[in-house]
């Protein structure tokens, strides 16, 4: 009994390469369709507040499919913006509004606002 639910999974999911003849009749594809297979997580959420003309904290370290959560505390607008690469590019941000990013690779992002360039940050993504 064990045995055919397993083969059912391997066969649903295409995940492992069996030597199992069924798994031979799975679409290539299918794996990137399987919901059973790989459960893309969404990780912690990280709060960044934007106050007094600064990100707080300006450096953040979250890991892959964390979400930096960035909210506007001052009664000015900001905006999110990449350094480079375009990867934040948020609309201007009222008093209260929030932008959040879903970071999905490893990687450094420097940022800063797009209204006072002055205003600088950084999300590591380890
Ligand atoms: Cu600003």
Redesign the pocket.
């Given at each position: 009994m064990k045995w055919v639910f397993l083969v059912c999974l391997v066969f649903l999911c295409g995940c492992l390469d069996g030597s199992s003849p069924q798994t031979q009749q799975t679409p290539s594809g299918v794996a990137d369709n399987c919901s059973t297979c790989v459960v893309p997580a969404v990780g912690a959420v990280v709060n960044v507040d934007?106050k007094d003309?600064a990100f707080s904290p300006q450096d953040v370290r979250v890991k892959v499919n964390d979400v930096v959560v960035w909210t506007n505390r001052?009664s000015?607008?900001?905006?999110i913006v990449s350094d480079s690469g375009g990867e934040l590019n948020s609309a201007l941000l009222n008093n209260g509004e929030t932008f959040s990013h879903l970071f999905k690779s490893a990687e450094v992002v420097n940022y800063h606002?797009?209204?006072?360039p002055s205003?600088k940050g950084t999300v590591t993504v380890e």
């Open positions: 934007v003309f001052d000015v607008p900001h905006a606002c797009s209204v006072h205003m």
